[in-house]
């Protein structure tokens, strides 16, 4: 998806990330005209966003790498975070990964949800949950376009991942 200068390709029909919408593709690129050029993207739950194209080239990226998704079972076998840290900054921490839409970040909040889970038999609190459950969908939103499966196949092998 990149192009050689390194720069993200919007061409129509390409997958791209763009951060806690997950997964999306672009369905116009309107590039002619540069001081009104944007980007559409329509999402699997048929939300459509559209960006102005500088906006777009720094808010989206493309679908994780095999590379990128190495990284990301790497972060899913690693020991959950500790919960020394008081609630209310974890809970900012994660909402900021969430936000930011970087595989291994979703990763990193997957991990420690499942852990909590785990551990107490439930998240901290309803708030925890819901991040918890939505960096899940989108990682598995991400791991399945990456490695072009099915979401379901993409959550197993999330769960597969943490031990």
Do not use: C
Not at 102 to 125: C, F, K, M, N, P
Not at 128 to 138: H, M, P, T, V, W
């Amino acid at each position: 998806m990149p192009d050689p200068s390194g720069s993200l390709r919007l061409d129509v029909g390409d997958a791209v990330v763009y951060g806690p919408h997950g997964v999306g593709r672009v369905t116009a690129n309107d590039g002619l005209a540069a001081d009104r050029a944007t980007v559409v993207l329509e999402f699997g739950s048929g939300l459509q966003v559209s960006l102005p194209v500088t906006r777009a080239r720094e808010s989206l990226r493309p679908v994780s790498s095999q590379d990128e998704l190495a990284r990301v079972q790497q972060t899913l076998r690693a020991d959950a975070s500790p919960d020394g840290e008081p609630w209310s900054k974890r809970f900012r921490a994660t909402r900021e990964k969430l936000a930011a839409g970087q595989a291994t970040g979703l990763a990193e909040i997957v991990r420690d949800g499942i852990h909590r889970e785990r551990r107490r038999g439930t998240v901290a609190s309803p708030a925890d949950r819901e991040l918890y459950l939505k960096a899940r969908r989108l990682l598995a939103m991400e791991i399945s376009a990456s490695r072009g499966i099915d979401e379901p196949d993409a959550d197993h092998w999330i769960a597969e991942q943490v031990e």
